[in-house]
Antibody
Framework: QVQLVESGGGVVQPGGSLRLSCAAS????????MHWVRQAPGKGLEWVAV????????YHADSVKGRFTISRDTSKNTLYLQLNSLRPEDTAVYYC?????????WGQGTLVTVSS | EIVMTQTPLSLSVTPGQPASISCKSS???????????FYWYLQRPGQPPQLLIF???NRFSGVPDRFSGSGSGTDFTLKISRVEAEDVGVYYC?????????FGQGTKVEIK
């Protein structure tokens, strides 16, 4: 069955960096676009970034543009999100999700806490 | 960006009774390919969101038939014919017609 397992979250100081990973299994990874979506504690869903199935098209939310970068490694069936210049307002659970138009499967999420 | 507005923001329902959630988009979600890029998700407590309805009215695999979606253009509705205890959580609408994909604020459904 389809599985998405995020990792890499943790506590980081403002200005710091993290790399999130999303290990995919149970489907043909290189046949699907993939997204990152985040959810601040007690808040709603905020889209972060999307990457095409080929990996050649990437789009990021204005709130993270220039600081976060989405990428994928087809040989490892893994999606990544590089988070740089982190701010306290980036504190959230980060979910990866499968699918380009409709996010049909989500991982359990990984918590990123930005605090001094 | 396209703004998604849900009503109500909270709902308390007696088990076995129907429930309805509305979502309005700031512009039409009809694509030139004929599809409507509008979706409903349910996020149960402590869980990630799960897809319920895609392209406004299509039930996703494994979703019980008590859930139905309707609407077109800018006005959409999710209906639960008979609410069950497992339906508690927050329901979100989403559009993916244009980047960035945007979500509604969420509607919290609880059982009376």
């Amino acid at each position: 069955q389809v599985q998405l397992v995020e990792s890499g979250g943790g506590v980081v100081q403002p200005g710091g960096s993290l790399r999130l990973s999303c290990a995919a299994s149970g489907f043909t990874f290189n046949a699907y676009g993939m997204h990152w979506v985040r959810q601040a504690p007690g808040k709603g869903l905020e889209w972060v970034a999307v990457i095409s199935k080929e990996g050649d098209k990437k789009y990021h939310a204005d709130s993270v543009k220039g600081r976060f970068t989405i990428s994928r490694d087809t040989s490892k069936n893994t999606l990544y999100l590089q988070l740089n210049s982190l701010r306290p307002e980036d504190t959230a659970v980060y979910y990866c999700a499968k699918g380009l138009r409709h996010l049909e499967k989500w991982g359990q999420g990984t918590l990123v806490t930005v605090s001094s | 960006e396209i703004v998604m507005t849900q009503t109500p923001l909270s709902l308390s329902v007696t088990p076995g009774q129907p429930a309805s959630i509305s979502c309005k988009s700031s512009q039409s979600l009809l694509h030139s390919d004929g599809d409507t890029y509008f979706y409903w998700y349910l996020q149960r407590p402590g869980q990630p969101p799960q897809l319920l309805i895609f392209e406004a009215s299509n039930r996703f695999s494994g979703v019980p038939d008590r859930f139905s979606g309707s609407g077109s253009g800018t006005d959409f509705t999710l209906k639960i014919s008979r609410v069950e205890a497992e339906d508690v959580g927050v329901y979100y609408c989403m559009q993916s017609l244009q980047l960035p994909p945007t979500f509604g604020q969420g509607t919290k459904v609880e059982i009376k």
